[in-house]
């Protein structure tokens, strides 16, 4: 009979019930503690080892000469994070756990620079965005228009996602104009430039002329 794990006594602060549509990744990590939706606040475990087993267990290895964009690296380490409770500087210090080879050597040649996952993450995506994929992206945010019929909400999720992904980082305010820009004319006409202040506020506008 296999032994059974001992569940870990420390919890997070909220339950991840909210999170049941990630089965896959939450099946992965009850497994691994016993069934329990409730898992170990990271930066409360003194030793880091159980920090550093839970990111070993995601799976996910970068080292700059395979398959995987830096996007879609980011994208499923900062999603594995939020699952298990990992603050912002928790997983800058495991990061080194997630990279081989020469984004291994990269990091570490130069971490001393970072202070802030926000800071690694603007600096890995200059380094590993190659260069076409950057322009497919501006190509992608230059013809991307609401289409007929097309919900606001739409297509001012996929221009935002677009746009998060440029490097360097597009000012906010040069963001807005061009998604608003690309809106449909009708909405245009509707919507007063001068009131959008945020992605959000622009879907909050847009909805409001859906409903009319």
Partial sequence: MRERRERPTLRLSRTLGASRANSGRADRVREEYGG???????EALG???LVDQ???GWRISFSGDDDM???EFLNRVEEESALVGLTDRELLCVIPALLSDLA???YRLRRHKWRTWAEFRTAFRARYSSYETQERLRELVRTRTQGIDEKAERYLLQMESLLAKLVPPVPMAEQLSIA???LRPEYQREIDPREVTSF???TELGRQRERT
């Fill in 36 to 42: 329990a939706w409730d898992f170990p606040r990271a």
């Fill in 47 to 49: 030793s880091g080892r």
């Fill in 54 to 56: 839970i990111v070993r």
């Fill in 69 to 71: 964009t830096a996007d």
């Fill in 104 to 106: 291994l050597d990269w």
């Fill in 180 to 182: 608003y820009a690309n």
């Fill in 200 to 202: 959000d506020k622009l």
